[in-house]
Nanobody, 123 residues
Framework: QVQLVESGGGLVQTGDSLRLSCAAS????????MGWFRQAPGKEREFVAA????????FYGDSVKGRFTISRDNGKSTVYLQMDSLKPDDTAVYYC????????????????WGQGTQVTVSS
């Protein structure tokens, strides 16, 4: 079993940047696609970004394309989400997850989740 722990969230202003980290333990993340989702109050959990096991391919939700960048360091068992040009609509709890088999934009594809980190963007 892999344990995922997110960090790096906080309160920022519109236009600021944040970098989230997701540290894995208990099992290597090598060979697994990793993703980030977010959930705002009263809304469904939304796909944000994903990266394949060897960082060849990255995928982004439409609302963050061009502003967010996902990366990973398999040697450190860590996945990152660089968030630039933040907007109030980016306010949510951000979750890191490890993918199983299936469409990587669909949350049911992911079988291990972190506890989340809060990101709040003030206007």
């Amino acid at each position: 079993q892999v344990q995922l722990v997110e960090s790096g969230g906080g309160l920022v202003q519109t236009g600021d940047s944040l970098r989230l980290s997701c540290a894995a333990s208990g099992r290597t993340i090598d060979g697994y696609t990793m993703g980030w989702f977010r959930q705002a109050p009263g809304k469904e959990r939304e796909f944000v970004a994903a990266i394949d096991s060897d960082s060849r391919d990255t995928f982004y939700g439409d609302s963050v394309k061009g502003r967010f960048t996902i990366s990973r360091d398999n040697g450190k068992s860590t996945v990152y989400l660089q968030m630039d040009s933040l907007k109030p609509d980016d306010t949510a709890v951000y979750y890191c997850a490890s993918a199983g088999i299936g469409r990587i934009t669909v949350k049911s594809t992911y079988d291990h989740w972190g506890q989340g980190t809060q990101v709040t963007v003030s206007s």
